[in-house]
């Protein structure tokens, strides 16, 4: 370990003074094993990252739960301190300040009787008639929503409030299949025993991407630099991959997460 990581993660576990570090409030909703309700408790990666910082900073972050769609728009409306798991877009940079602690990428999910081997959605668009429902306020890449506005067109997309519908729907065969990354699609069909009825493949239009967590720029700059190297930290010294491990698995989570977490520390900011 060198001398300047060290020296982070030291910093990472010295709490800035109370009146230093105002209560956050954190936008979370339904994303399968990056967030999720348990009773009334909420569970999930990115919670246990929150509370992981809220540890080491002692700086107080209060989880609120939000449809997808909502929780952007209360974060644009400065409403929000943090958001839950999210992709990078110019408009959220426009807004906050992005760290990254993991990688994504979505996956093609169809009931076994519509799967086949698609290695790009543009195939499954040209040469299947499977119905896909998929969740408002996700971003995809361009090449992604490209097909997906291609599947509307053609009648065979809607767009739904959250993953507990879709795969409601899925289930009760008003719809065939989504798209969605492991840690969503893997929580919802262990929760409906859909295990064995579905198929997930990765597709050419998904390319894997960090995944991260935004800071409103209206947060104090210390405040925000608190965050970025206690979020530094946590990657860095193994225990975000201890969390992905604690609910997804050792056999999934090395299909996400790299052994070599360089990029993902060199993406946050300073």
């Given at each position: ?6 020296t ?10 109370a009146?230093a ?121 361009p ?50 025993n859909m ?18 967590i ?14 970025a ?42």
């Amino acid at each position: 370990m060198t001398r300047r990581l060290t020296t982070v993660l030291l910093a990472s576990l010295l709490p800035l003074p109370a009146a230093a570090c105002p209560p956050a409030r954190a936008g979370i909703s339904d994303l399968g094993y990056a967030s999720y309700r348990d009773g009334a408790a909420f569970r999930g990666t990115t919670v246990d990252l929150l509370q992981e910082i809220q540890r080491r900073t002692g700086c107080p972050i209060n989880l609120e739960w939000f449809p997808r769609g909502r929780l952007y728009a209360q974060f644009f409306s400065r409403q929000l301190e943090i958001t839950g798991t999210s992709v990078r877009t110019p408009e959220r940079d426009r807004q906050g300040v992005w760290l990254p602690y993991a990688y994504t990428h979505f996956e093609l999910v169809l009931v076994n009787g519509q799967a086949r081997k698609f290695h790009t959605l543009a195939e499954f668009v040209d040469g299947s008639t499977a119905r896909l429902n998929v969740t408002r306020g996700i971003a995809y890449a361009p090449a992604t929503q490209a097909q997906m506005d291609r599947l509307q067109k053609l009648g065979r997309l809607e767009y739904v409030n959250d993953y507990g519908v879709v795969f409601r729907k899925i289930q009760a065969g008003r719809a065939e299949g989504t798209l969605a990354p492991p840690a969503i699609h893997v929580l919802h069909r262990r929760q409906l025993n859909m295990m064995d009825g579905m198929t997930s493949t990765q597709f050419a239009e998904s390319p894997r991407t960090l995944v991260g967590i935004y800071v409103s720029k209206s947060v104090p700059q210390q405040v925000l630099l608190t965050y970025a190297e206690a979020t530094r930290a946590i990657v860095a010294d193994g225990t975000m991959k201890k969390i992905y491990e604690r609910y997804l698995g050792e056999e999934i989570t090395r299909q996400l997460y790299p052994a070599d977490v360089r990029d993902i520390l060199d993406a946050i900011p300073r």
